[in-house]
């Protein structure tokens, strides 16, 4: 089994895996992170200035290296789910699923069938029209993942709901947003710290993945302990490139 059709057993094993966001439109760094310890990356289109061309690119080079690869799209829509799994997503994460609505919807754009991507067996995912329907249309639903971004208080307050609708694989709580969302400008109060454990606790309850998004191993090891999460996406590329640098900066000055 490859690693990119044997992600979503894995992921949903409870297995502690390890990712980050990518912000640089540039199919290198996804052969530079392939190469990494790094179980996945996730490809920010949302937040990071990602075209179509850039993101069928780097989703090119992750099916060429079986390196799992999510794309945050930018909205929950269907053309932008298309986009996304027919390049070669391993999987999807959906910002601001704040309702039971945009769940069932999200999940059922992310599969083959009526009402939802319909059928296209000419894309990268599907082979380019070497793969049969049946074959894909089983792959459609039990390779492809759904991770649905829980970043308002009405997600928190619904979050049992959504991790209930079949086709809904993780809950990812974003912390910036929620705690924003609760009035606060840090990621330290009260609320975000219950909207972790009931998040969790729906997750678990429907046997789903528990995610968020932490800076640093440190933050992953409290919050494993603390509230349970088992898929980490750990900062960004553009962190490290500049920790990095700052730390050898540094240490050449110091000579």
């Known amino acids: 089994m490859s690693n990119i059709s044997g992600f979503k057993e894995k992921m949903l094993s409870g297995q502690i895996l390890a990712g980050t966001f990518l ?22 289109a949302e937040h990071a200035p ?32 298309l986009w996304a799994l027919d390049s070669g997503a391993v999987g999807l994460v959906i910002p601001h699923v704040d309702s039971v609505e945009k769940a069932e919807f999200i999940s059922k754009s992310a599969r083959y069938g009526l009402g939802g991507r319909g059928f296209a067996g000419s894309s990268r ?5 070497t793969d ?8 459609s639903f039990e390779e492809t993942i759904v ?15 959504i991790a209930s609708i079949s086709g809904i694989d993780g809950l990812f709580v974003g912390p910036a947003d929620l705690s924003v969302g ?3 400008d840090h990621q330290n109060s009260d609320e975000l710290k219950a909207a972790l454990i009931s998040v ?14 932490v800076p ?20 960004s590329e553009h962190n490290w490139l500049r920790e990095t640098a700052n730390s050898v900066a540094e240490k050449t000055h110091q000579i």
Not at 23 to 44: G, H, R
Not at 147 to 161: C, S, W, Y
């Open 23 to 44: 912000k640089t439109p540039n199919y290198i760094l996804v052969e530079v992170l392939a190469q990494s310890k790094l179980d996945f990356i996730c490809i920010d």
């Open 50 to 81: 990602f075209d179509r061309a850039a993101l069928d690119q780097c989703l090119a080079i992750s099916r060429a290296l079986d390196f799992p690869v999510f794309v945050r799209v930018g909205e929950g829509s269907a053309k932008e789910i």
């Open 125 to 129: 995912w599907a082979g380019y029209a």
């Open 132 to 139: 049969h329907m049946p074959s894909l249309i089983k792959r």
């Open 147 to 161: 991770l649905a971004q829980i970043e308002e208080p009405a997600g928190v307050e619904k979050a049992t709901e």
């Open 182 to 184: 609760y009035g606060y």
């Open 200 to 213: 969790g606790e729906a997750a678990r309850n429907e046997n789903k993945t528990f995610v968020s998004f």
């Open 216 to 235: 640093n191993a440190e933050k992953a090891k409290e919050w494993n302990n603390d509230f349970g999460i088992t898929m980490f996406f750990i900062a």
